[in-house]
């Protein structure tokens, strides 16, 4: 009888592997225990416009155009809560099919791709046109839940065609409150906070992002660090990641545009106002939003190296991280 029990497990255990081996894909092949609890994953890294940007001929482009990048694209956050088998995103880009795709295979439980729930931070191209193939000229979605502020709202619903959107009921949008947490699940929770930046249509937003163990921050885009009304350093010891505007390497990479009219904290001026971190807290910083410029894209760069030997994360398409 002890015998048969042990083959009875073995055959048992190897049907295991087998249903894990078929339902496997990228993401799911590293993953731990952990991460398939509640996890985010990197949808895309760069700036709003992509890569290659149009009418570019620097070197950063090159070849682009010819042979497209899979893993270029615009910057974008994915959020998995296994326990209640449901799916969320942080802004919608002009990627967004290739990116909800992505996050669907890198759910086991997820039968569509579609979300359950897309979280806008500011109307700039890159972080809300993706909204469009939720229209009927694409998959027609129904009411899929588009959370933003007061100001983002009322400029997706009375703007064409955005505001088919609504009248054709593809999307629900979800009031948000600044500093006011939208509970998830009992177990995940999402904040929006106010950051200064070109705000011509709507009020930008970041976001904490609460999971039953860890805690993120997601800030794609602000102007500069100390004219947020938070201190960075302060908030960061109290997460355990920060997606951080990286746009820029340097204030020197354009060098043809007024970098006044476009200002973003460069990765130089964050690790500076960072500078007394330990190599422990510089670690909880995941570089992001690049643009197509950013030496930051190239991992053989002399400055990838210099920010990695520092103790700083460059973001890349599909990190996984356990919240």
């Not at 729930?117 to 027609?140: D, P, Q, R, S, W």
């Not at 992002?209 to 350093?233: Q, S, T, V």
């Not at 973003?264 to 807290?281: A, G, N, Y």
Request: charged share 20%.
């Amino acid at each position: 009888m002890r015998f048969l029990y042990l083959i009875l497990l073995l055959v048992f255990f190897s049907c295991q592997k087998k249903k894990i081996a078929k339902a496997s894909t990228p993401f799911e092949s590293s993953t731990s225990v952990e991460e398939l609890d509640v996890s985010l994953i990197l949808l895309g890294t760069l700036q709003d416009a992509g890569a290659p940007q149009i009418n570019c001929n620097k070197k950063c482009c090159q070849g682009l155009f010819e042979q497209a990048d899979l893993v270029r694209r615009v910057s974008s956050l994915g959020l998995l809560d296994f326990n209640t088998q449901k799916k969320y995103l942080f802004d919608a880009t002009p990627d967004i099919s290739k990116q909800l795709h992505a996050l669907k295979k890198a759910s086991p439980i997820a039968s569509s791709s579609i979300v359950d729930g897309i979280f806008l931070t500011h109307a700039h191209i890159g972080h809300y046109t993706g909204l469009m193939y939720l229209g009927k000229e694409a998959v027609n979605a129904t009411e899929v839940s588009v959370f933003a502020m007061p100001k983002m709202s009322s400029f997706i619903s009375n703007n064409g065609p955005w505001s088919q959107l609504v009248t054709n009921r593809n999307i629900a949008l979800q009031p948000l409150v600044a500093n006011q947490a939208i509970s998830l699940s009992p177990r995940l929770q999402v904040t929006p906070f106010l950051v200064p930046h070109r705000d011509e249509y709507s009020e930008t937003v970041g976001y904490l992002i609460e999971g039953p163990h860890k805690k993120a921050l997601f800030i794609p885009d602000i102007d500069k660090w100390n004219r947020w009304e938070l201190n960075l350093a302060t908030e960061l010891k109290k997460v355990d990641y920060a997606f951080l505007d990286a746009t820029f390497y340097s204030a020197k990479e354009l060098g043809n545009r007024d970098m006044s009219q476009i200002p973003h904290p460069s990765v130089l001026e964050t690790i500076q106002t960072l500078k007394d971190f330990s190599m422990e807290e510089r670690a909880k910083v995941i570089f992001t939003h690049f643009n197509h410029t950013n030496p930051l894209l190239d991992n053989a760069s002399e400055a990838t190296k210099k920010v990695l030997a520092l103790g700083f994360q460059i973001g890349r398409i599909h990190d996984r991280f356990p919240l």
